[in-house]
């Protein structure tokens, strides 16, 4: 349980840090007071780590085991990146449509998505995996 606590802690952290890098890529984000829009980037990495959780359960259910990351099987970590980035992009159409938020011009898009958070939920969960597949490895014995 405290590797588990311990990835979705660093979880956290990186995608606060994602948010905060790309908030001025957003408005109102941008004329907010720097408290407040660090609230909403803290508010925006917990929603991360959420949606981190349900891809990785999605992936677990296929893999029917939750330490699929160990293994080298494609399909769970398919699923993974694919159920991140299917969500991200809802959330996205979803908020730009009711107004949530808007991009700022200097942010890139594809297909009228901002390219931060898509590229956030590769970068970000690349880098997720990498930590878990090291501290989920299988302890060595002794010699």
Do not use: N
């Not at 829009?37 to 677990?60: E, F, K, N, P, S």
């Not at 808007?102 to 969960?125: F, K």
Request: with cysteine; net charge positive; proline share 5%.
């Amino acid at each position: 349980m405290r590797r588990v606590s311990a990835i979705a802690l660093a979880a956290y952290a990186l995608h606060f840090a994602w948010e905060m890098g790309q908030a001025s890529l957003f408005t109102p984000m941008d004329r907010l007071p720097f408290w407040q829009a660090t609230g909403w980037c803290a508010r925006a990495a917990g929603w991360d780590v959420v949606i981190g959780a349900a891809a990785y359960l999605a992936a677990t259910v296929a893999a029917r085991r939750f330490l699929w990351i160990r293994q080298r099987a494609r399909l769970p970590f398919a699923i993974y990146f694919a159920v991140g980035l299917g969500i991200t992009i809802v959330i996205e159409r979803w908020a730009v449509s009711v107004g949530r938020w808007q991009y700022h011009e200097a942010m890139p898009t594809i297909a009228g998505i901002g390219l931060s958070p898509l590229l956030q939920w590769i970068v970000v969960p690349a880098a997720i995996i990498a930590l878990a597949r090291w501290l989920m490895r299988p302890a060595r014995a002794s010699q």
